[in-house]
Structure formats: C-alpha cells, structure tokens
C-alpha cells in the first residue's frame, strides 16, 4: 500500500515525510479503524481513504512526530471508519456495535494526557471534542477540518460554538473564573 500512496505525492520531500508518517502511524490507524468496524476488509479500506485524505493536506501537517500529527492522524481514520460503518448500516450490511466499543479517542494519548485542555476536551461528548482538538490543540484552520470530518463549515461554526458553551458551563459549575469558554486561553 506505500507504493501506492508514494506515487500519489509529487515532491521527494513528500515521498519521505509519507514514508515516515506511513511506518510510524499506519499500524494505530489500522487499529483505529478495526475498532470501529470489526472487519478486517473494511479496516484496512478505511486506513486506505484516510491516507488518500491525509495526502490532500500533507503540507499542513507537521514534518516531525508530535502528539497533534498522531491525535490528527487517528480523528481522520476514526471519523473515516465510522463515515464507512454508515454506510454499512444504510445498505443492511449491519456490524454490531456497542456504543462502549467505539473507538478511543485522541485524548487518550500518553503524551498529552497531562494536558488540562485534554481533560476538558475529553469530558465532551465526541462530536464537540474532535472539533475543539483539532482547532485549538492543532491548529487547524476551520475549513480544512470541515473537509477532515466531511461535514460543512457551518456544522463546524456550530460544534466549535457549542463545545465551548459546555466547557464554559462546566467550568462555571466548578467554582473556577470564566476564562472565556474557548480552551487555548485556559
């Protein structure tokens, strides 16, 4: 499958940063996708269009390996992976899923566990979180996390708007100050 993507990206510094990315996240992303879909086919076809939508925005993600490449990496499969057991679902090709057995979430990295934004997002239901992840803890600009999540950028306006009201409701019922609702102030 390397080959294949390799052939997709143009420069020699693509073909390398790809390759990396490829031998240090494809395994996670395959798990990822697994847990979504427990099917070994349909697992690595997700793992295949993440990597092709990954590819599109290759430019826009950092060379070296962080926390925000790995949690980015694993939102696109794991949002891939539920777009397919979807569409499973409308053609009655049904794979049983407990909503417990979803997938694990980004939050769940070692690395920014530690993170008090990670536990705020963490607390959120998950349509909220992964857009607050992506735009606050990697930076992404709103359109290109609409085109990540296939949903529109106003759906995107209104996950980001409502999962800083939870976190500014949440965090009032706490006893602490106001900091606005929006994470990356906190």
């Not at 395959?30 to 997700?46: G, I, R």
């Not at 997938?103 to 530690?114: G, M, Q, R, V």
Request: include cysteine; proline fraction near 5%.
């Amino acid at each position: 499958m390397l080959s294949i993507l390799i052939s997709m990206v143009d420069t020699p510094e693509e073909k390398r940063k790809l390759e990396r990315m490829y031998q240090k996240y494809n395994r996670l992303m395959y798990t990822v996708a697994y847990n979504v879909l427990k099917h070994h086919q349909d697992a690595e076809d997700a793992v295949l269009s993440s990597w092709e939508k990954i590819i599109r925005h290759l430019e826009k993600i950092p060379d070296e390996p962080c926390h925000k490449t790995k949690s980015l990496l694993v939102i696109i499969t794991e949002r891939t992976a539920i777009d397919i057991y979807r569409s499973k679902q409308r053609r009655n090709e049904i794979y049983f899923m407990e909503a417990e057995e979803l997938p694990y979430f980004a939050t769940k990295d070692k690395e920014i566990a530690n993170i008090e934004i990670s536990s705020w997002i963490g607390s959120l239901p998950k349509i909220y979180a992964e857009v607050l992840l992506l735009y606050y803890v990697n930076e992404l600009p709103p359109q290109d996390i609409a085109d990540l999540l296939s949903i529109t950028l106003n759906t995107f306006y209104v996950r980001l708007h409502r999962g800083k009201a939870i976190l500014k409701e949440k965090e009032e019922s706490q006893g602490k100050p106001a900091t606005g609702g929006a994470p990356s102030e906190a």
